[in-house]
Nanobody
Framework: VQLQASGGGLAQAGDSLRLSCAASGRTFSMGWFRQAPGKEREFVAGISWRGTRTYYADIVKGRFTISRDNAKNTVYLQMNSLKPEDTAVYYC?????????????????WGRGTLVTVSS
């Protein structure tokens, strides 16, 4: 499985950005992680194969929305009310052998990240 993320860029605090990730090959749960400079990677959001179940980290709950279009084999992350602390490289990830959207350790495949920079 190959994952290609896009949509990152420069934003100001309060702005919105939408990330996309296209997958080649079959996937079940998909998710987004991020890694800020000098920090460990953190699990941001996950979505089940059918798109009916989601998980969000507390720090993004109410601001970010994960969704997917299985016809396009693509997952999205709509990011609203961005904050400078959202600045990070965002990585798309997928599970191919399980559908445990809320379990970070179950994600097996990773895409190359896309940088999101939020200025104050």
């Amino acid at each position: 499985v190959q994952l290609q993320a896009s949509g990152g860029g420069l934003a100001q605090a309060g702005d919105s950005l939408r990330l996309s990730c296209a997958a080649s090959g079959r996937t079940f749960s998909m998710g987004w992680f991020r890694q800020a400079p000098g920090k460990e990677r953190e699990f941001v959001a996950g979505i089940s194969w059918r798109g009916t179940r989601t998980y969000y980290a507390d720090i993004v709950k109410g601001r970010f929305t994960i969704s997917r279009d299985n016809a396009k084999n693509t997952v999205y992350l709509q990011m609203n009310s961005l904050k400078p602390e959202d600045t990070a490289v965002y990585y798309c990830a997928a599970q191919t052998t399980s559908d445990q959207w809320g379990w970070a350790e179950k994600y097996e495949y990773w895409g190359r990240g896309t940088l999101v920079t939020v200025s104050s």
